[in-house]
């Protein structure tokens, strides 16, 4: 388990609501920061009824059902709320670099995906953006996948029974490293400051 979770685990545990990016010339972290407390001015909790595990592509992760009308508005919701984060911390994302886009395998996307890359910087936000916390690494072997999919169910039982309170945003660095052989703990995301639309984000009821 520890070998298909290498990367899952740098990246802490966590729902991306918008991709990585630097910084534009001439904003500031601090100016980053200020923009994310007056995001969430206001701004109400939202709550997933419940997660379940799911298999996307070749990686596991916990995800919102949407097999209810209650389930169905949560993920409305939660989507919503993704695209908004998109749009206003935009003015802070530098335009990506060729090589950020060569590693995204634009040649692989949708032209819906292409699209919202060239647009967004990333193709999976909007129409294509699902909430999901990640769980493992690829694992394209069948026979391993099974193994940890068996392993999660026991292990994510309980907890993807509850509702996920959401309450608040973190604003998260990765130390930019180009050496491929870099250690991956000096690429790991580091937490900069978390956003409180009301009580802390917390597990259930």
């Known amino acids: 388990m520890r070998d298909l979770t290498a990367d899952a685990r ?6 991306t609501l918008k991709a990585p990016f630097f910084l534009k010339p001439g904003l500031t972290e601090e ?11 206001g701004r109400k909790p939202l709550t997933l009824p ?14 919102p059902p949407r097999k209810t009308a209650e389930e169905a508005a949560a ?11 998109l749009s206003f911390f935009d003015a802070f994302r530098a335009a990506p670099s060729e090589q950020e886009i060569a590693r995204r395998k634009p040649h692989s996307l949708s032209p819906r995906q292409r699209e ?24 394209d072997e069948q026979s391993e996948a099974a193994r940890m999919e068996e392993a999660l169910r026991g292990y994510c039982s309980a907890l993807a029974a509850m509702p996920l309170h959401i309450s608040g945003i973190c604003v998260c660095r990765q130390e930019a ?26 597990w259930g009821r």
Not at 123 to 139: A, C, G, M, N, S
């Open 31 to 41: 100016a980053l920061l200020h923009a994310a407390d007056r995001f969430v001015l």
């Open 75 to 85: 993920v409305e919701g939660i989507n919503a709320f993704a695209a908004e984060v």
């Open 116 to 139: 919202h890359l060239r647009a967004w910087g990333y193709p999976y936000v909007l129409d294509e953006y699902r909430f999901h916390i990640t769980l493992t690494d690829r694992i």
């Open 50 to 63: 419940r997660l379940q595990l799911t298999r996307i592509g070749s990686f596991f992760a916990l995800t």
């Open 10 to 15: 740098r990246y802490g545990v966590h729902a």
């Open 177 to 202: 490293s180009h050496a491929p052989d870099a250690p991956s703990a000096s690429r790991a995301f580091m937490p900069l400051q978390r956003f409180s639309m009301a009580q802390a984000l917390f």
